[in-house]
């Protein structure tokens, strides 16, 4: 079965440098959130988008952006990077209207030096 | 926003005892509550869920119950093995944010 695919797998920017990480959700999945895991850490919810539109906004800083597409992929953007932002980079997806099970991609270890 | 804590922070069991690790949430309008297994450096797995309008689910060795009185669920993992050690979060959702436990560290003793 098709599952979430993130890319790319591994990224290494500098500082002040930007990135792009892209999702694809799960076919007819309607729902992506993204989360930011630092090492130890539990996953931080930083946003999520419904149909495309932004639904809910966490901890996610004004340096970085997000949206998804009209074939429901996803992409968050972020810029001026710091060394505080190395850190695994989850997509989940999931269905509001057939159920509301959150399955995760792989993941983008993030690692600005 | 919903806050949700998770206890304890790391577990050491046996082989084949019993794990349970406990979760509370703040925010009643929560619904789903999903548990995630995750191992280092990988994804978080969904193992088992529940629904607000059930009181309790198992899958083999894995149980999950809820109060939604008390505003608190639990994972129990019977016969634990050692390939049951990795880290566990909880999780609770309301509509669009699915919001996570710090997690537990659960290890197995061979």
């Known amino acids: 079965a098709a599952g979430v695919i993130q890319s790319p797998r591994h990224l290494i920017k500098e500082k002040r440098e930007t990135a792009t990480l892209k999702c694809y959700p799960i076919?007819?999945?309607?729902?992506v959130y993204w989360y930011q895991q630092g090492p130890g850490q539990d996953p931080q919810f930083l946003i999520s988008f419904y149909e495309k539109m932004q639904s809910d906004k966490g901890s996610i800083p004004d340096r970085f952006s997000a949206q998804q597409f009209s074939d429901y992929h996803s992409e968050l953007n972020m810029s001026s990077l710091e060394l505080g932002d190395s850190a695994l980079y989850f997509c989940?997806?999931?269905?509001?209207?057939?159920?509301?099970?959150?399955?995760f991609g792989q993941g983008t270890r993030l690692t600005v030096v | 926003g919903e806050n949700v804590e998770q206890h304890p922070s790391t577990l050491s069991v046996q082989e084949g005892d019993s794990a349970v690790i406990k979760c509370t949430y703040s925010d009643s309008a929560s619904n789903y509550f999903p548990w995630y297994k995750q191992e280092l450096g990988k994804r978080p797995q969904l193992i088992i869920d529940?629904?607000?309008?059930?009181g309790e689910k198992k899958d083999q060795r894995i149980a999950v119950t809820l109060n939604k009185t008390a505003k608190h669920f639990s994972l129990h993992i019977t016969e634990t093995q050692p390939e049951d050690s990795a880290v566990y979060f909880c999780?609770?959702?309301?509509?669009?944010?699915?919001?996570f436990g710090a997690g537990t560290t659960v290890t197995v003793r061979a």
């Open positions: 076919p007819r999945h309607d729902t």
């Open positions: 999780a609770a959702r309301g509509d669009y944010k699915l919001s």
């Open positions: 989940a997806s999931s269905s509001q209207g057939a159920g509301t099970e959150a399955f």
């Open positions: 529940i629904r607000s309008n059930v």
